[in-house]
């Protein structure tokens, strides 16, 4: 086996690092970010204490990290999707759109995770650049299919899907009501109808 791939071949380091991060994302989940200490992430991860502070000096180092772990694999998610089931025509914006919006309050983790970690960069510079691009990558990705259906400024066209998407998650989270999959297709339906003209 080569230097290379011994180095890429997760150890028990790697995992409780990784483990410890996944139980951040969790507590951040639940109980939001003011709530994650390395005692409580230890504690959710099953390790000790100290194996926490040995992989993150700081709190914010963890909570930095976590929010970087939540960014790779969203991303990783997102071109695996849009791999195997690529966007062409309305109904795949419905589709794809309506799969990525959280519409229902019991299912709400990761949008909260989300906004948990757009509020961190706000008062963190370490993760604003890393948050912004983020939150572009949705929108560089429906800009090309939305040319090719005829968007006249696709950038635009695709910020305004995406805002609408968490516009909606928002509403979903602060009422903690349930929008229904026909009402939010109904929704993308009309802002499609207006960016597609």
């Known amino acids: 086996m080569s230097n290379a791939a011994e180095q890429r071949k997760p150890g028990p380091r790697g995992a409780n690092r990784e483990r410890i991060l996944r139980a951040a994302l969790d507590i951040i989940s639940k109980r939001g970010v003011d709530k994650v200490t ?3 992430v ?4 099953g390790v000790s ?3 926490t502070t040995y992989h993150f000096a700081t709190r914010e180092d963890l909570v930095r990290d976590a929010f970087s772990l939540y960014i790779d694999d969203y991303q990783r998610t997102l071109v695996e999707t849009l791999t195997q089931r690529p966007v062409h ?3 795949d914006f419905i589709r794809f759109l309506g799969g990525m919006t ?3 309050p019991e299912n709400s983790g990761l949008e909260a995770i989300e906004y948990e970690m757009v509020l961190f960069a ?3 510079e370490a993760m604003r650049m890393r948050v912004a691009a983020w939150s572009r990558t949705l ?8 040319e090719r259906l005829g968007a006249s400024r696709p950038l635009e066209a ?4 995406v805002a609408m998407s968490r516009g909606s998650e928002f509403e979903v989270l602060s009422r903690s009501q349930e929008i229904h999959r026909d009402q939010f297709a109904a929704r993308l339906s009309a802002l499609l109808d207006a960016v597609l003209r």
């Not at 230890?42 to 991860?45: E, F, L, R």
């Not at 929108?139 to 090309?144: I, R, T």
């Not at 695709?158 to 899907?161: K, S, Y």
């Open 38 to 40: 390395h005692r409580a």
């Open 42 to 45: 230890a504690s959710v991860a």
């Open 49 to 51: 204490p100290g194996t």
């Open 89 to 91: 025509t309305r109904e």
């Open 102 to 104: 959280t519409l229902n």
């Open 122 to 124: 706000g008062r963190d």
């Open 139 to 146: 929108e560089s990705w429906l800009s090309d299919p939305l």
């Open 158 to 161: 695709a910020r305004m899907l």
